[in-house]
């Protein structure tokens, strides 16, 4: 079995054959381009979502993203219960001072309001949680790839450390059977005998 010196793992196509199992040409792009980093010696890592919101956010994406973060937050239910209690308390108020309502319960206004509010914000907070799913997944999958990445890199990293440690445990038999010819070289030199 010959053994390659990792020196000579320079191409893509060497990492994808040795470490991948396939030629490259049968990866999927994003192995392919895994290979081609680790062969390059590229960086890979960066902010898949920052650059999704940079290249394909429009105004309306934003917005519906600004929407759901509102309308999911605390400061929102505050909001909304001040306005409901306000709306019942102002109601109650008409009602015993003036004995009339512009709402009279069971607030049939009131459900109107909320009924559009609620038919408004359901299909943008759904738009944001789309874009979001689609953020996650792109992450996902820049996520593999710097795994992968990984991976890679420490394959080749343990592939130098064991050809280092070959070539050093060459090295060293090679000083030893150095030492074995001086040394019987000595005992057999004739001035050695003589002085014994």
């Not at 010959?2 to 991948?20: Q, S």
């Not at 070959?166 to 074995?180: F, M, S």
């Amino acid at each position: 079995m010959a053994t390659h010196h990792p020196a000579t793992l320079h191409t893509h196509e060497d990492i994808a054959t040795r470490f991948l199992g396939k030629p490259y040409a049968h990866l999927d792009p994003r192995t392919q381009k895994v290979a081609r980093h680790v062969a390059e010696r590229l960086r890979m890592a960066h902010s898949a979502a920052a650059d999704l919101d940079a290249a394909q956010s429009t105004r309306g994406m934003r917005a519906a993203d600004a929407v759901a973060k509102f309308g999911g937050s605390w400061t929102f239910v505050g909001m909304f219960a001040a306005v409901m209690f306000g709306w019942v308390a102002v109601n109650a108020y008409l009602l015993a001072d003036r004995g009339s309502t512009f709402d009279p319960y069971p607030y049939i206004l009131l459900n109107l309001f909320l009924s559009m509010l609620a038919a408004i914000q359901a299909p943008i907070i759904l738009m944001s949680q789309n874009r979001q799913s689609q953020k996650d997944r792109i992450t996902a999958e820049h996520d593999y790839e710097i795994n992968l990445k990984a991976e890679l890199e420490i394959l080749l990293l343990h592939e130098k450390v064991d050809a280092l440690r070959l070539h050093q445990w060459d090295e060293l038999l090679g000083l030893q059977k150095e030492q074995l010819a001086l040394l019987a070289a000595l005992s057999a030199c004739p001035c050695r005998r003589r002085a014994g």
